[in-house]
């Protein structure tokens, strides 16, 4: 290292790095953060590349070149994609299905972006700082950036944008936890400033396309929900909608002003599928060129095949197999570990999922996430320690039901958990629901809380989509007031260990607390997480340099035809 | 005739009308609710009884119904739920969509069947007979969507001769859409030859045999007339009936060949709207097909009774 970088890094400090910069500066010298780490987490800090790389330097790691190799393709054509159909709304408060917001995530864009890393980008905001306590948070818009009817993006749209997803009492955006429509505002025409309910060490993932709903619109369409559609899909993305058939087909064109530099292609023909199936034939027959998402079973012809190109990005999607923890024959501890303990995951993933994806350890902690400790052990398959902890709660001849909703291959997975617990001596059988029954209240009308299957029932099994951060996960699914608490876990150190997680900016502390978490769901087991689940999906060898995102988006802005 | 017209216009309307009461009330009774198939599993539930309340969709079943059924007497088939269009926005192409699907199927499959059968009947007890009634009954065993995805792999992606999908670019013309149209044609031309054939066969068995086929055949009238003048008009009465019930069937039951071919017909749309309980577009869209029921059976009756004067005859008398 020099001594005009180290000259650079102590100005950066002293003067224009904060409390939690510094000590991210602290982290990667000493040793805490490799270079994907540190860049991941300053990326969440809003600093700019080139502080990123000052400080790579300063701590002796070499700044290698940021972007994706690029292959080259020719500028121009449509390229064609399909996409699941939806039931639902496209109006981005209430975007639900991969389909839809696949689709909306077209003409529409984010404040940020979390790529496959975990990585969080700028996008339409260039940069970000917290206030010392991570309360509030303060955006710099993206400068020069039109929509696609010509109207320049400010701070404005951004707060009318944000205001109608925490404002609107059908909003499916889920932000209205973190903050009230009071505490988004603009600071000038650029700067917008959000005032958190409490500390949110993570915030720009949550503006990012994580949270699906959470599209930037002008600020006149913002004010009127339910209108973004009827105005034609407004937004910024890098191609703009110029037709759309209800549920059937879409044009998109280019955006020739888009603020990332002109795409390569024409355009975007967008056709709907009402099943996978009928894309994986459309693929194979040539009138496809680019697929959403497949099942890992799809996927299968397009591996290995030169025709095609075959993509299986890791993600921190997963499935949960929760248990009732407070009634009910698995409310022992011991019982839950044994069922967790019968699994042979490897096996599990190869048979389930054929390979595409990352073995589990009964925690959302996934191990692309930088706040995963990864010190903490692998949960594996043991036979006999299963069947001496059945023993020891006095459950030797269990029995019980798993519930799941007939959604991809849920059935398989059941059915294999079913052939593991067989081994140890657990009887159980599977109910398989329809979608409207597995997540309505039971009978129509009665309590919802109480009375939902998927939150209700000895055990169930739940698919939940990727995210950047585990803080859903933890908030919702973990924690003893979380509404998607399906094994009912009420663990007061579990509780405290997350507050701390939430809080928390720097990544030692993350670490510490999502290790302690750890911990105790690995004691405790209310849930089995065996795997988590990679991207699946597959297109035309034609299509160059697309990177599949995860939560499926179709990102096109640097995609080109050969 | 015309009070027989006027009857049956009557007795459809009637039908009709029960026929909306049954759906809602049955599709009221469905688990689900609109609000929760708009917002998905992971909604909160008080998002999903806002949105319940935004779309009046928490509202008593009789108002519901009422409110409905007050706007279908004027013409106006209601705005879906789930999209927030008028159910006519949606209901509209996907008639068109069926009615071309049924229109290429018709074409292709009744005369073959009607063929298949007469040849059959004509060669009863014979290798011919035997090949084309087993053929059928094969074809007819056959699931659709068996049927449908062995055609696409072998004439969309082996041969690669016609799509694999039967969605048209908007714009395209008549040729190209008749070429994406193709293979569902076939697969629905395979599933129902052998139960048209089938019946145009016994009908044919049973006319040749008749008293007045051997009194034609006795006055030294050559084969091909008597077949003609008078076995035909007699042997396809059965088949009138037969196909004008299966052209219901080509509008509103297609739903796996829609789904295999991703053609957005009304069987489809039906079905989304069942899933999502989308009241206004599902009670339309049945009530949509159950007019081509009862438009084509109608039909059907007049062909009869124009094919048999002893229909004719008897309601003059």
């Known amino acids: 290292m020099d001594r005009e970088t180290r000259r650079h890094v102590d100005e950066y400090r002293g003067s224009e790095a904060g409390p939690l910069e510094n000590t991210l500066i602290d982290d990667l010298v000493g040793g805490e953060l490799n270079r994907q780490e540190f860049i991941a987490r300053a990326s969440m800090f809003g600093l700019s590349l080139g502080t990123v790389g000052l400080l790579l330097r300063h701590a002796g790691m070499e700044d290698l070149a940021q972007a994706a190799p690029q292959v080259a393709g020719k500028v121009g054509g449509t390229i064609r994609v399909g996409i699941t159909a939806f039931g639902g709304s496209l109006e981005p408060y209430l975007l639900n299905e991969g389909g839809s917001l696949a689709f909306a995530g077209m003409p529409g864009e984010y404040l940020t972006f979390t790529n496959p890393q975990g990585r969080v980008l700028p996008a339409l905001a260039t940069s970000w700082k917290p206030n010392a306590d991570a309360t509030v948070w303060t955006f710099q818009i993206r400068r020069g950036v039109k929509f696609h009817n010509g109207k320049t993006l400010t701070a404005q749209d951004v707060v009318a944008s944000m205001r109608q997803y925490v404002r609107e009492k059908s909003s499916n955006a889920g932000l209205t936890p973190y903050f009230d429509p009071a505490g988004v505002t603009a600071r000038g025409q650029y700067t917008v400033v959000f005032r958190l309910k409490s500390p949110i060490g993570v915030f720009p993932y949550l503006v990012s396309q994580t949270t699906y709903q959470a599209i930037i619109q002008p600020a006149a369409i913002a004010a009127q929900p339910g209108s973004w559609v009827k105005a034609g899909m407004i937004g910024t993305g890098p191609f703009r909608v110029r037709s759309y058939v209800d549920k059937k087909s879409a044009v998109l064109v280019r955006n020739d002003s888009y603020w990332g530099g002109r795409p390569p ?59 009732r923890t407070d009634q009910g024959p698995l409310r022992d501890p011991r019982v839950r570990r044994a069922l967790a303990l019968a699994i042979n995951r490897p096996q599990q993933l190869a048979r389930v999922m054929l390979g595409a994806g990352q073995i589990g350890n009964d925690t959302p902690f996934w191990r692309g996430f930088v706040s995963t400790d990864r010190a903490v052990q692998q949960r594996t398959q043991n036979l006999n320690l299963a069947r001496s902890l059945l023993r020891a709660a006095g459950a030797e001849d269990l029995k019980f039901n798993l519930t799941t909703w007939n959604f991809l291959d849920h059935g398989d997975h059941a059915a294999s958990l079913q052939a593991y617990a067989r081994e140890i001596g657990i009887d159980i059988g599977i109910e398989v629901m329809d979608s409207s029954r597995y997540y309505d209240a039971e009978p129509a009308g009665a309590d919802y809380a109480t009375t939902t299957p998927w939150l209700n029932r000895t055990a169930t099994l739940t698919e939940y989509g990727a995210r950047g951060v585990p803080n859903v996960y933890v908030t919702r699914c973990y924690m003893s007031t979380g509404d998607w608490n399906a094994s009912h876990y009420k663990n007061a150190a579990f509780d405290a260990q997350a507050r701390t997680y939430l809080a928390a900016a720097e990544v030692a502390a993350q670490r510490r607390a999502t290790k302690a978490m750890s911990g105790l769901l690995l004691r405790d087991t209310p849930v089995i997480t065996d795997y988590f689940i990679s991207y699946v999906t597959a297109s035309s060898s034609k299509v160059r340099n697309y990177v599949p995102e995860g939560l499926s988006h179709i990102r096109l802005a640097k995609v080109s035809m050969a | 005739m015309a009070r027989f017209l006027l009857k049956r216009i009557g007795l459809g309307l009637v039908t009709l009308f029960l026929l909306s009461i049954i759906v809602f009330s049955v599709a009221m009774i469905l688990p689900g609710n609109v609000g929760r198939s708009v917002l998905g599993g992971f909604a909160t539930q008080e998002s999903v009884d806002a949105l319940n309340e935004e779309l009046g969709a928490n509202r008593p079943m009789v108002v519901q119904y009422l409110d409905w059924a007050g706007g279908a007497i004027q013409g106006d088939l209601g705005t879906s739920l789930t999209s927030q269009v008028p159910a006519w926005d949606l209901l509209g192409p996907a008639l068109s969509n069926s009615f071309k699907l049924a229109f290429v199927a018709f074409i292709l499959c009744v005369p073959l069947s009607i063929l298949g059968g007469v040849i059959s009947g004509l060669r009863y007890g014979r290798a011919t007979d035997r090949s084309i009634t087993i053929a059928g009954i094969s074809f007819s065993a056959m699931p659709d969507f068996v049927t449908g995805i062995f055609l696409i792999l072998v004439f969309g992606i082996w041969l690669g001769w016609l799509p694999v999908t039967a969605q048209w670019d908007d714009g395209a013309s008549i040729p190209t859409q008749l070429q994406h149209l193709l293979l569902p044609a076939l697969t629905l031309t395979i599933v129902l030859f052998g139960y048209i054939a089938r019946i145009t066969r016994a009908g044919m068995i049973e006319a040749l045999d008749s008293d007045y086929a051997r009194t034609a055949y006795l006055k030294g009238l050559p084969s091909d007339v008597v077949v003609r003048r008078h076995v035909l008009r007699n042997a396809l009465l059965p088949t009138i009936a037969v196909v004008a019930v299966q052209i219901g069937y080509l509008f509103g039951g297609l739903v796996a060949v829609e789904f295999l071919f991703n053609y957005r017909g009304i069987g489809a749309l039906i079905l989304d709207a069942a899933k999502a309980k989308d009241l206004p577009l599902l009670t339309s869209g049945v009530l949509v097909i159950g007019t081509v029921y009862l438009v084509v059976t109608l039909i059907a009756d007049i062909l009869y009774a124009v094919l048999n004067p002893r229909i004719r005859l008897g309601a003059a008398e």
Request: with cysteine; glycine share 8%; aromatic share 10%.
């Open chain 1, 265 to 323: 292609l024409d355009g975007v023909r967008v056709t709907f599928y009402q099943g996978s199936a009928p894309i994986v034939l459309a693929l194979r027959g040539g009138q496809l060129d680019l697929a959403m998402q497949l099942s890992p079973q799809e996927g299968q012809p397009f591996k290995n095949n030169s025709r095609f190109t075959y993509y299986a990005q890791p993600t921190s999607a997963h499935r949960q197999v929760c248990m």
